[in-house]
């Protein structure tokens, strides 16, 4: 991710239930990022978000949403604080 | 003598069928319209509304989520201030709603609606909380 970039997915919920969202790594490590989860729009990138968190990688969920069936989408955001080399983030997004 | 008229209705029947069954009522074939999804994202200032119109072609339930909330365009700009969000049918330049929530921002349908074929609307409006304009993201799950 460039600094000052965004980097979302989109992903389809089969069902209602609960999304959790992991920012599990980054590089260089520990980097603090925003995760965010919305639906596909125009407001925000291509993404407009519900909900986001200023958060570093860890192994518990950093972002957890209900959600009906349907498109969403999620990802990555630099929240100011990135080198002229950006950062490699890795995440995964659990959903029904 | 019974197996004799057995073979005389299906010899009837067999004949029927060869004259390609003219007696039978032609159907008007039914089309079951899958859910269409719409997308209304604008921006509310203070005091202010915004509505979107949409058409339902099939009796069935609507679905609409404030999904979005923002105080600007930067991704960190989620908000979780309390909004009006409501549904209704277009009358003239405003929306005319039947049904009226206070809503936050959330990935589920705080506004389920069981609709018949016709011409709706949704309605998002300042109930006073906003000091300034934000941008909002609605979904329409409608049949």
Known sequence: ?96 | MKSIRMIALAASVAAASACGGSNTTPTTPSVTVGPTTELFESTLAPRGAAFFSFTVAQTGDTDVMLASVSTSTAPAATTSVVVGLGVGTPIGSDCSTTKVMQATAALTSPLVVNMTPGIYCVRVFDLGNLTSTVNFAVRIVHT
């Open chain 1, 1 to 96: 991710m460039a600094p000052g970039g965004v980097l979302f997915h989109q992903f389809v919920a089969s069902a209602a239930g609960a999304v959790n969202i992991t920012l599990t790594a980054t590089d260089p490590a520990a980097t603090l990022v925003g995760l965010g989860i919305g639906i596909p729009g125009g407001n925000v990138g291509s993404c407009d978000l519900t909900k986001s968190v200023q958060t570093r990688p860890g192994s518990a969920a950093q972002l957890s949403v209900l959600v009906d069936a349907g498109t969403f989408c999620a990802g990555t955001f630099d929240v100011g604080g990135l080198g002229t080399k950006g950062v490699l983030v890795t995440y995964s997004v659990a959903h029904p």
